[in-house]
């Protein structure tokens, strides 16, 4: 405890010494000064040495070294303001306040009291001061000092949710990082940075940071930040190494960093429709199309915006974007995307594509509708097919995970715990194929039936697989994953679920050949084939959009 009081006190008395010199010889005669400078610097490094004990920080706190901390951020002197920032970052760094109960503690105190004597205006203000274009702030000292100044904020959030809830209610904060995402010109390590801040602040567990972006027009301003990547490829110039390659690889970065913002943004309803009339679901398509790094982040904000948003949706259908997306469905730029992407996004665009199908399957009525409907019709059936292929490769993984798990667990494993097992295999997938071939089928067209029986059945599967996997998810709706899936309205979700189980229970005698003649078909491959002409209402004419 005395070699705390004994830091605070030396900081504020050269503190108070620097500031009656500098009254006394005026800024015009800083030679007269510099020696208390240097002196003041070196007590406010002390200070920080206090990063290795955590646990102090409430002594540090009742000593009321605090405001003295902040008043240096605004220091006529950059350096000691920058080393100021530089001093705030290391005493709220994550690492060191969460290695004890006394650490995190102390952590705690420490943000709190920055909170509650005005801290996080004096942070903007020197993060303000430091970005001011033409500044006389030395330029690698102003970009250090601006990373210091987000490196507080971060630390912030990671302390505790109370903390991070505090600075998510002071909007200027979040206002201060888009701004910071805007800034035009090349794509340095701070932009890079303000991006991931941000989406740290919007990643939390309640709706408080998508809500808060929302009220400050934050979805139009993210996606004002990643429009200019919607024709170039970032990674492009990442592989050519160098200085280009630099500039690329945070240009990647900063982007993704983005697209998380945008993601963890449309968790909410009222987000969704702004990213909607904010011509997000345009935007996404270009991006889509362009093949660009940004293809798999692309696909899974649209998988969020079509979360029980049907204006998203239909804005989906109306900006020819069946085209984009049932080409991830098809797997047609796959073998691109691994080489490209690597294999975890090949996988996530192919993930994402069954989910936006399901959704849009799910959520469109009428000619829309009939339109996704029509994707299935065209090319012989091939989506039909690629539907079905689907199925057949999650079943097979899910099952080959489950058996696994309690193959492992000597066979002590609950349904609780195989049912999650199953889910990290894909099964969310395999439920998504599931409402799609229940829809499909509940259209009534004879070809897409015929065929999506001899597709299960190569497979070794059946009707009644989809109607077991439609059952489970019905039962597990009400979950937070699940729920989020159908959008919030887990009622109305549940009642169509049930009813696409009836519908292939009621139809499945009437409609299909027993199963030993499907799997006779199915090995026939010289044998007649299901009538291939497309039912009147299921042709879409939108050559554009044709997969």
């Known amino acids: 405890m005395r070699t705390v009081r004994r830091l605070v006190v ?46 102090l920080y409430t002594e540090l706190v009742r000593l009321g070294a605090v405001p003295t901390l902040l ?41 709190d009291a920055l909170v509650r004597a005005d801290g996080l205006p004096s942070l903007l203000a020197a993060l303000q001061r430091f970005t001011a274009a033409g500044g006389d702030e030395d330029a690698d000292v102003a970009a250090a000092a601006v990373h210091s100044v987000l490196g507080v904020i971060e630390n912030l959030a990671d302390i505790s949710g109370d903390l991070r809830d505090a600075v998510l209610a002071h909007p200027p904060v979040l206002a201060a990082l888009l701004d910071r995402l805007a800034v035009k010109g090349p794509v340095d390590e701070n932009r890079v940075y303000a991006a991931e801040v941000l989406a740290i602040l919007l990643a939390g567990p309640a709706e408080k940071g998508p809500t808060a972006l929302g009220s400050i027009n934050g979805v139009d301003r993210l996606l ?15 592989a050519s190494g160098g200085a280009v390659g630099v500039e690329a690889a945070l240009e990647e970065e900063f982007v993704e960093n983005c697209f998380d913002c945008i993601c963890s943004t449309l968790l909410v309803d009222a987000n969704r429709l702004n990213f909607v009339e904010n011509e997000g679901v345009e935007l996404m398509v270009m991006i889509i199309r ?34 984009a997306v049932f080409a991830a469905f098809a797997g047609r730029s796959a073998a691109a995307a691994r080489k490209k992407r690597g294999a975890d996004a090949a996988q996530e665009e192919e993930q994402r594509a069954v989910s936006l199908v399901s959704a849009l399957l799910t959520l ?18 091939a989506k ?16 080959a995970a489950a058996a696994a798990a309690a193959e492992e667990d000597g066979g002590a494993m609950d349904e609780e715990e195989r049912y999650v097992a ?17 829809q499909l089928w509940a259209i009534g067209e004879a070809g897409i039936n015929e065929r999506m029986m001899r597709g299960l059945t190569l497979g070794g599967a059946s009707l009644a697989d989809v109607r077991t996997v439609l059952r489970e998810y019905s039962d597990n709706l009400g979950d937070s994953d699940q729920s989020s899936a159908a959008g919030g309205d887990v ?45 009147e209402g299921l042709v879409d004419d939108d050559d554009e959009e044709a997969a």
């Open 491 to 535: 009622d109305k979700m549940k009642a169509k679920v049930q009813a696409l189980v009836q519908t292939l229970y009621a139809d499945a005698e009437q409609r299909t050949p027993t199963r030993e003649n499907e799997r006779e078909d199915a090995s026939q491959g010289d044998g007649e084939q299901p009538d291939e002409r497309p039912a």
């Open 71 to 111: 008043s240096l951020l605004a220091h006529d002197n950059g350096d000691i303001a920058a080393d100021a920032a530089d001093v705030l970052r290391e005493l709220t760094d994550g690492d060191a306040v969460q290695e004890s109960d006394e650490a995190l503690a102390g952590g705690a105190a420490l943000g």
């Open 224 to 238: 004002r930040a990643i429009a200019p990547y919607r024709k170039k490829s970032a990674a492009a110039g990442a």
């Open 422 to 438: 199953r889910l990290d295999a894909g099964l969310f997938t395999l439920q998504q194929l599931a409402l799609i071939l229940g």
């Open 10 to 55: 030396g900081l504020e008395r050269t503190l108070k010494d620097n500031l009656a010199a500098r009254v006394k010889h005026g800024a015009s005669a800083p030679e007269k000064f510099v020696d208390s400078e240097v002196d003041l610097a070196e007590a406010l490094k002390r200070l920080g040495s206090l990063a290795a004990a955590p646990e």
């Open 290 to 323: 362009a093949k660009s790094a940004a293809k798999t982040a692309a696909l899974k904000a649209l998988d969020f915006a079509l979360l029980g948003c049907k204006p998203a949706a239909e804005r989906l259908v109306d900006a020819s974007g069946l085209g």
């Open 364 to 381: 469109l009525i009428g000619e829309r509708h009939d339109r996704v409907a029509a994707k299935f019709v065209e090319d012989g059936y």
């Open 384 to 399: 039909v097919d690629r539907a079905t292929e689907l199925w057949n490769k999650y079943a097979a993984k899910t099952a």
